[in-house]
């Protein structure tokens, strides 16, 4: 019975979906090493009663994310999404406007499913020019500032010229690194959550202000 109940409880709680590539799909370690598990050991820590599901792909790329985010959200009715998704699009060179587009009508739609969003941008080297390396990265800005999302502009500051956090093909960060990349994103994720908190319990308010 507790163990039903246990179940119960954990199908019931809040859940915070990270929606990337392999940068959050634990590539090349151990998964329970990945910064998406380190996060739901930091929110148990802190007394937040979320879930993290990883719907992270290695090598997924925004339009990868495009055509599976609605069942995503469906399957798993998330409140807050972390993104992290375009790098892929970078180093395969695929045109900054369509990423933008991709990651426009992904954002869009975890706003309409009423879930919350934070997006964690990402550089590449300069192999295509510092044109289109310059419109890689300002896709991101823009669409922060367009759509209003919490954003950080480098998920692998402090890892990525630091060869000892980095695996042997470097591109992919190592186990080592994966504490840094949650400190990381970890304030845009808790500003996200209480933001969030903060807009239910107006929801909850309004909705009890009608029914009187």
């Known amino acids: 019975m507790l163990t039903v109940t246990a179940a119960v409880q954990a199908a019931n709680a809040p859940t915070v979906l990270v929606f990337g590539d392999s940068l959050s799909a634990g ?10 598990a380190l996060l739901q050991s930091r929110l148990e820590s802190q007394g937040y009663e979320h879930r993290v599901i990883n719907a992270s792909i290695s090598g997924e790329t925004t339009e990868g994310g495009v055509t599976r985010i609605s069942s995503t959200l469906e399957n798993f009715s998330p409140d807050l999404v972390i993104l992290e998704l375009g790098g892929n699009d970078g180093l395969r060179g695929f045109p900054p406007e369509r990423m933008r587009a991709n990651l426009q009508t992904i954002i869009e739609t975890v706003k309409a499913s009423g879930a919350a969003i934070v997006m964690l941008g990402i550089r590449i080297p300069t192999n ?81 202000l009608t029914r009187e």
């Open 128 to 208: 295509y020019g510092p044109r289109y390396t310059g419109a890689f990265e300002n896709v991101y800005r823009e669409l922060a500032d367009q759509l209003g999302v919490l954003w950080i502009e480098f998920f692998m500051e402090g890892i990525a010229l630091n060869e000892d956090l980095m695996q042997d093909d470097g591109i992919h960060p190592n186990a080592e690194a994966q504490s840094i990349l949650l400190d990381n994103a970890w304030p845009i994720v808790r500003q996200a959550l209480a933001d969030h908190a903060m807009q239910q319990t107006g929801n909850e308010a309004k909705s009890a």
């Open 27 to 36: 590539y090349g370690i151990d998964v329970d090493q990945s910064w998406p």
